[in-house]
């Protein structure tokens, strides 16, 4: 895939990790960017290539006028998110129902529009930022890692069915990145550029995943051991930070 040629659609651009997505294809030349968020006031790109719109992955309206409104999209960036820290059986389960509708429906709800536009333009490109967190969870990570858990294998489910009509379908996964979203983190951070760069660089060679950092390549390696001993590994790990 020559990223140069495409033209992007990048999910909750305004901060963190979607909007290096934003300058990192814009760096690497796109004429064209979508850039959506809940509010398009929080977009501030000074760039005539960027173009402002709309999409809340609560919204189902929103989604849909988004993809009327970008039919020309051959590259879907699905990076928005939230993290409420709510705990599974003593804390909201508002909370925790929209993390799952936000991760999981939300982001789903985009793919299912957005594919017949990839269709119609040769299959084009789905790109998921999912986390290390899809494979393990913590204490105040739980709803948080139900949710990207699902997220993850509903990628490798798309990626199944829409492979007939050559849509390439990569999940991203990484540890903490130094965004607004681990603010609370005082462990090791990754600096957010790290993942555009790396996403694209995995695109443009054809991979349909990409492991950002060493954390996360510690944890996908420990999932075929003994989980207990996985788990007392990251409590020694966490308790030191």
């Known amino acids: 895939m020559d990223i140069s040629t495409q033209v992007p659609l990048v999910t909750g651009a305004n901060r963190g990790i979607g909007r290096q997505f934003v300058l990192e294809l814009l760096e690497r030349g796109v004429s064209k960017v979508y850039a959506t968020a809940r509010r398009t006031e ?72 957005f594919a017949p536009v990839l269709a119609a333009h040769d299959g084009g490109a789905i790109v998921n930022i999912l986390s290390a967190l899809s494979w393990f969870s913590t204490p105040t990570s739980a709803a948080y890692s139900a949710a990207k858990a699902a997220e993850w294998n509903m990628t490798n489910g798309v990626r199944l069915e829409l492979a007939a009509q050559g849509t390439v379908v990569q999940g991203v996964l990484l540890g903490a990145a130094d965004t607004d979203i681990a603010a609370d983190y005082d462990g090791p951070k990754i600096d957010p550029r790290q993942v555009p760069r790396l996403s694209l660089d995995g695109l443009a060679a054809g991979s349909i995943e990409v492991i950002v950092d060493e954390w996360t390549a510690m944890v996908k390696a420990s999932l075929a051991g003994d989980p207990a001993a996985f788990y007392a590994k990251v409590a020694e790990l966490l308790g030191a930070h």
């Open 42 to 113: 929080t977009l501030d790109f000074d760039d005539a290539r960027v173009v402002p719109l709309r999409l809340d992955l609560l919204d189902s309206d929103s989604i849909e006028a988004a993809a009327a409104s970008a039919g020309d999209v051959t590259l879907l960036v699905n990076n928005a998110g939230i993290a409420t820290g709510a705990p599974l059986v003593t804390g909201d389960l508002v909370e925790a129902r929209r993390e799952m509708d936000t991760h999981f429906w939300g982001t789903l709800g985009v793919i299912r529009e």
